[in-house]
């Protein structure tokens, strides 16, 4: 089922049209508004009502995080605080963190642009919606919260944490769409195991998961221990929070919804703007929002688009599920390394779980990377040569793939550290060096 096919399905150069339309207005609110946009567009030499097509767009500023903490808490709010009807804020993992504003109608198009991502992954009035994304300042709880409302489910607002409520009540309560992080799915599902339970003691049909990066791999461990369909979704505070983009049930990449967010890939270099198909940093520029409109916004998130329409009819462009950030991006011994290479390799070997820790240091000169790596509970007990011969198993994937090498100790299961939100994957020890500090 398509929830707005009017929109999800219009070709090219209509919604083209609409997006010119939209992003003329955008720019003339933001000039008027937001005195840093002023500033920045009058650098540019662009005036209010220069910019009607989208092709136009590259001729813009860029906006970034740091411009977000530059303006705390609310310099780029481009309404009066009066018509702030909520606030929501990510809290960095240095100094302040960023804030975002929502006015009435902003609100109406997250639960516009939610609803249409639930319905994507299957969801309906008949369904019971177990939100276990955290409620709160974080976007995820009350973002997947009200267009669930607004589909017409049944929603259990659980948010995070309580690991054992959270099995009861999907138990007794017939969840059928689970929302929350794929590191907490799979910490569910070890859970449910612990428990004694199976996927047929519950009415779990599809989970819509999102907020850090996870790699195919982990999406067929997923639904393989939770029997499940597992949809991926996109979204980020700056942006609006989750409801971006989203997987349908062809999980073959992610549909932008473009009538509200202009997606460009760009080279995360030289900044230019790269034809569709090419593998670059994710921009966006949002062209309804009210309280807080951002202009060619650099996610850091890597990613391509397919213009292609797909073969569940709608049209609007796709994004590939995100390879990693340009932010999270390691470079060791001048080879660029994502975590995500090393979970690949992790799940597809029977032996290992895929909790790992990589641990970069540089001693005299030189990057090394350790991988500490769980190992199964069954294969843990075996002889000391089958893990060797594990251990140099495991090293050699992890060359091939990376391109380097590594030095992977195994260690005993569940001794890596468990989050129930966004998972710890590195500790780099080069950073904390460089900048004396202590975390
Ligand atoms: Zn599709």
Redesign the pocket.
């Known amino acids: 089922m398509i929830w707005n096919e009017y929109i999800e399905c219009l070709d090219r150069e209509d919604l083209n049209k609409l997006q010119g339309k939209r992003l003329r207005k955008m720019i003339e609110r933001i000039y008027f508004n937001v005195p840093f946009y002023r500033k920045k567009l009058q650098e540019q030499g662009i005036e209010p009502g220069d910019i009607n097509e989208v092709e136009q767009l590259k001729l813009l500023p860029f906006t970034t995080k740091q411009d977000l903490r530059d303006n705390y808490p609310f310099g780029l709010f481009a309404v009066p605080q009066s018509e702030i009807v909520r606030v929501h804020a990510s809290s960095g993992t240095t100094g302040k963190p960023t804030v975002v504003g929502y006015t009435r109608k902003d609100l109406d198009i997250w639960s516009e642009v939610v609803a249409r991502t639930l319905t994507?992954a299957g969801a309906g009035k008949t369904d019971v919606m177990h939100i276990a994304y955290g409620y709160g300042l974080f976007t995820g709880g009350l973002g997947v919260h009200y267009g669930a409302e607004k589909v017409g489910a049944t929603v259990l607002p659980m948010s995070g944490g309580n690991t054992q409520r959270q099995l009861q009540l999907m138990k007794d309560f017939g969840s059928t769409i689970l929302a929350c992080t794929p590191s907490y799915a799979l910490f569910l599902a070890e859970a449910m195991q612990e428990a004694g339970l199976t996927p047929a003691d519950f009415k779990l049909k599809a989970a819509v998961m999102g907020a850090e990066p996870w790699t195919e791999e982990m999406r067929t461990e997923i639904e393989d221990k939770l029997k499940i369909k597992a949809i991926d979704i996109y979204g980020l505070s700056e942006i609006i929070g989750p409801g971006v983009a989203t997987?349908?049930t062809?999980q073959?990449?992610l549909?932008i919804y473009e009538d509200h967010f202009i997606p460009e890939v760009v080279d995360p270099e030289t900044l230019e703007p790269l034809p569709y198909g090419q593998l670059g940093e994710l921009v966006f520029t949002t062209i309804t929002k009210q309280a807080l409109p951002v202009l060619r916004y650099r996610t850091r998130d890597l990613t391509r688009l397919n213009v292609e329409k797909?073969?569940?009819?709608?049209t609007l462009v796709?994004m590939e599920k995100c390879l990693g950030r340009s932010d999270d991006m390691l470079i060791i011994r001048g080879v660029n390394v994502f975590p995500s290479q090393v979970e690949s390799v992790l799940l597809e070997m029977r032996e290992t779980k895929p909790h790992y820790l990589m641990i970069v240091d540089r001693i005299n000169n030189l990057d090394i990377l350790e991988i500490l790596v769980e190992v199964d509970d069954q294969f843990f007990s075996d002889e000391i040569r089958e893990l060797e011969n594990l251990k140099k198993r495991i090293r050699n994937k992890i060359e091939t793939t990376l391109g380097i090498s590594a030095n992977v100790k195994l260690v005993e299961p569940k001794t890596i550290e468990r989050s129930e939100g966004k998972s710890k994957r590195v500790i780099d020890k080069r950073k904390i060096k460089k900048t004396g500090g202590t975390s």
């Open positions: 994507s997987e349908c062809c073959n990449g549909h797909c073969e569940c009819g709608r796709r």
